[in-house]
Nanobody, 121 residues
Framework: QLQASGGGLVQTGGSLTLSCAASGLTFSLYGVGWFRQAPGKERDFVAAVSRSGGSTYYADSVKGRVTISRFNARNTVYLQMGSLKPEDTAVYYC????????????????WGQGTQVTVSS
């Protein structure tokens, strides 16, 4: 089970840190990704981190503004977001995938419930 939290309302240029807490999984065996979905749009890849945390991947749209990290001892993955823009507004989901990470949401095994991020202009 995954629990995403940390969303909220922020002004353009602001920052937020999202958390994804895992339970019932051997967390270190799973790559973790963050995805987002705006109303009427598909679920898009944002960032992913490998099982060890040694490799990270970012969508071009967030590169340089977002940092993904994980602390396996705490069964938690973080997504630090800065310089937020209105187009970052979406529901953000974390997901876990066995073995290697992926940019494709269809390849993930477990999903959190989502947390709303709203960036006002």
């Amino acid at each position: 089970q995954l629990q995403a939290s940390g969303g909220g309302l922020v002004q353009t240029g602001g920052s937020l840190t999202l958390s994804c807490a895992a339970s019932g999984l051997t967390f270190s065996l799973y790559g973790v990704g963050w995805f987002r979905q705006a109303p009427g749009k598909e679920r898009d890849f944002v960032a992913a981190v490998s099982r060890s945390g040694g490799s990270t991947y970012y969508a071009d749209s967030v590169k340089g503004r977002v940092t993904i990290s994980r602390f396996n001892a705490r069964n938690t993955v973080y997504l630090q977001m800065g310089s937020l823009k209105p187009e970052d507004t979406a529901v953000y989901y974390c997901a876990a995938k066995g073995l290697a990470t992926s940019r494709s949401p269809g390849e993930y095994d477990y999903w959190g419930q989502g947390t709303q991020v709203t960036v006002s202009s």
